[in-house]
């Protein structure tokens, strides 16, 4: 069945009642990095990152000033663009590439800031999806909880003196083995079978073509 074309004024009272909406400009720019399943598009006052399963909106400023987010994106965009010729891999622009070319250029400055940001991208991705009902999914929430809490309570405490990288992540350590010792200990994972390997290798495949028709379907929506 033919899907109905809205008219204007159904498109008009959407966006009003929209809870986010991001519009394109003329110097809107966006990237699909196909092996990390990531597209970032830029815009002069917004910044989206997202994935097959999640997607961010940063504004370009906050009350301190530009946003980072935003400003790390946008350099992002522009470097890829600059070597968009190099960095394609099978049809597809790839991120792990443009490592690899801004890592032989002579001067370092646009490979730190991609690299940068890739470690930045995997913190807001991964931890989002560790809820859940299983013993290891609720296990994670508590694992990156208590992480958190060991990290901020180094960072509020009293500073009498300076303090190295190194003495951080001890002081960090030796907050979480406190709440590693009051844990009753508990099998995470259990040992798998041949099938249930075989049958993890079967959803991979599965995602893998999910995680396609998503990408397919955001590069349609681009086009429109």
Not at 21 to 36: H, L, R
Not at 150 to 170: G, H, S, Y
């Amino acid at each position: 069945m033919e899907k109905k074309k809205q008219t204007r004024k159904q498109i008009e009272r959407k966006i009003e009642n929209a809870i986010v909406f991001v519009p394109k400009d003329k110097d809107t720019k966006s990237i699909w990095f196909g092996d990390k399943g990531l597209r970032i598009t830029i815009t002069d006052t917004n910044a989206v990152i997202e994935t097959g399963f999640h997607r961010h909106v940063f504004e370009n400023y906050t009350n301190s000033g530009v946003s980072r987010p935003w400003l790390y994106a946008k350099r992002v965009v522009e470097i890829a663009n600059d070597y968009l010729d190099e960095i394609v891999v099978d049809g597809e622009c790839s991120y792990n590439k443009l490592i690899d070319v801004l890592k032989e250029a002579d001067e370092k400055e646009e490979y730190y800031i991609a690299m940068y940001f890739s470690w930045y991208v995997y913190n807001i991705t991964m931890p989002l999806y560790e809820i859940g009902e299983s013993r290891s999914e609720s296990f994670f929430v508590y694992e990156s909880y208590i992480h958190n809490i060991a990290r901020n309570a180094v960072m509020l405490q009293e500073k009498t003196e300076d303090m190295t990288n190194k003495q951080f992540l001890k002081a960090m350590f030796d907050n979480m083995n406190e709440y590693v010792e009051t844990l009753e200990e508990d099998v995470l994972f259990e040992k798998q079978t041949d099938e249930e390997i075989m049958q993890e290798n079967i959803e991979a495949i599965q995602e893998q073509e999910f995680e396609q028709t998503l990408k397919e379907q955001a590069e349609d929506g681009n086009k429109d």
